[in-house]
Every structure is written in structure tokens, then in C-alpha cells.
């Protein structure tokens, strides 16, 4: 096969995986042949050789899938910053999208927050890091988690201590001290640190 095919072979499963990521269907053949330039019998042809290399599965109309393991991808929003020091107004705007790939990090549900301040420097995280956050509503003790108190979103670790009737979040920095709440909604338990070196 000429290089030239190569290329777009690699372009129609490239397509087919941003588009579902996307908009969390396949592409119609229609749209695939407008994505990449050329016209419905040729995105046929080209995506039945995908199919016999067994790169993409299709079974009719939106149900094209890529089967390489590396191609599929979760899209995670960026969500904005996470106070990594005194708890701050919690903003949940999206900035961005990134994918993460199914292989290293699963299919759970997960956001982006960009760290901001230094409480958690013992811990790796740093003042600009970017911390992914696993969507969960519960934690257990010592997990590091995104804690929203009186709309305030701070990044601590995670300590229940009931027979005082509070919990405690602590940072990683031996300067700065415990914080205690009676009550906090855990918006998701950090799983990742994502920096430059």
C-alpha cells in the first residue's frame, strides 16, 4: 500500500476517534468523507481496509468504532483552579478539553484542576500543576480530595474523625495548619499529578 493511503487510513481512524469524543457517537460515512476531504465511496473503500486490519469495527450506520487500544481516548474537561492553601470561591468553568488515554487512566469519570498555592508541596503538588480528579462523592481517610465547604473548594487530604463530630483536612506543608469542618461535600479524590519537568 503507497504511503499516500497510509496516510489517509491513519487520518479516517484519527476522525473517527476526535468525532466520538466529541460528540459521544460515531460518525455517519457522510461525515467521515466531509472530515477528511474526499467523497462517500472513498471513505467506504478506505474504512473496509480498516476493517480487515481490524483498526475499526463497522457494523452500519453510527457504529463506527476504533479497536486500538491507544486510539481511544476519554475527554476530560479542565475546569479551572483548586486552591492548594485557603479554601477559595469554587469556580467551575471550563477552560478546556484534553484526552487521556483509556489505557493508562480508564474509563471513570474525570475533571482537571490547575493547583493554586503551596499546601500540598509535600504531597508533589505544586502552585501550577495541573491534578486530576476522579468524579467521586465519598473518601477515605488520607485520600486527597477536592472538599467544598460553605461554596469554597479547597485540595486537602481527607480525614472523618466522628467521634468529634468534624473532619479534618490537612495539608502537605508542615507550615500551615489543620483545617476543621463540621461537614464538607467531596467533589472527586485526586489520582494523578500532571507537570512539567
Known amino acids: 500500500m503507497r504511503s499516500k493511503d497510509r496516510t489517509l487510513l491513519a487520518e479516517i481512524e484519527r476522525f473517527i476517534c476526535d468525532y466520538t469524543d466529541r460528540h459521544g457517537y460515531s460518525p455517519a460515512m457522510q461525515e ?18 480498516l476493517c480487515s486490519e481490524g483498526a475499526v469495527d463497522y457494523a452500519g450506520v453510527r457504529s463506527l468504532t476504533s479497536t486500538r487500544t491507544d486510539a481511544r481516548a ?22 478546556e478539553y484534553v484526552r487521556l488515554p483509556v489505557a493508562l487512566f480508564g474509563n471513570d469519570d474525570y475533571f482537571i484542576l490547575k493547583a493554586s498555592g503551596d499546601s500540598m508541596t509535600g504531597a508533589g503538588i505544586d502552585d501550577g500543576d495541573l491534578v486530576l480528579i476522579r468524579r467521586q462523592s465519598s473518601a477515605e481517610d488520607g485520600q486527597i480530595v477536592v472538599a467544598l465547604t460553605e ?47
Open 32 to 49: 467521515v468523507a466531509d472530515g477528511v476531504g474526499v467523497g462517500k465511496s472513498t471513505a467506504y473503500r478506505y474504512i473496509v481496509q
Open 74 to 95: 476519554v475527554r476530560v474537561p479542565v475546569l479551572g483552579e483548586v486552591a492548594c492553601g485557603i479554601p477559595k470561591l469554587a469556580e467551575e468553568n471550563i477552560d
Open 151 to 197: 461554596n469554597e473548594a479547597t485540595l486537602k487530604r481527607f480525614f472523618a474523625e466522628p467521634e468529634r463530630h468534624r473532619i479534618r483536612l490537612h495539608p502537605e506543608n508542615p507550615k500551615l495548619s489543620d483545617i476543621y469542618v463540621e461537614a464538607c461535600e467531596i467533589q472527586g479524590v485526586a489520582v494523578k499529578v500532571l507537570k512539567d519537568l
